[in-house]
């Protein structure tokens, strides 16, 4: 599997081909958040704006905004999330992605932590 990168409000990314990026929540993130009953999805050809909201999240606890841990033009959302949001909850890394984006800038992968360093992070909160 490709290496996942990720940002400090507990999104992801996974880079797919040369600047092709999946993004998500993290397990950390779903398992916070509680069973997840409604997930806001940006519009293809929406632009994502590293380190601001791109959309909602909502659970039975609360609702929390969406951070894209990366730039770029959304290609999809993951519009199997509008029936049964809870995919999000089951499958974090795999199923439950929220949106595919065409990434601007390349270089912001380098500002964003590995799985050690996000671990180390969370274990601190």
């Known amino acids: 599997m490709a290496e996942i990168k990720f940002h400090k409000e507990h999104t992801w990314v996974r880079v797919e081909e040369d600047d092709i990026g999946v993004i998500g ?4 993130a779903q398992d916070q958040l509680g069973k997840v009953i409604y997930v806001e999805l940006p519009e293809e050809g929406d632009e ?6 791109f959309g909602q999240i909502e659970s ?31 499958s974090p890394y795999e199923e439950g992605w929220i949106v595919k984006v065409k990434m601007s800038d390349l270089s912001e992968l380098d ?13 601190k909160e």
Not at 48 to 53: R, V, Y
Not at 63 to 73: F, Y
């Open 25 to 28: 929540i993290t397990d950390y």
């Open 111 to 123: 500002s964003l932590m590995t799985q050690e360093e996000y671990d180390d992070m969370i274990s």
């Open 60 to 90: 039975s606890k609360a609702t929390s905004d969406l951070i894209a841990p990366v730039s770029g033009e959304v290609l999809e959302a993951n519009e199997a999330l509008n029936d049964d949001p809870s995919i999000i909850n089951d």
């Open 48 to 53: 994502l704006t590293q380190g601001e909201e």
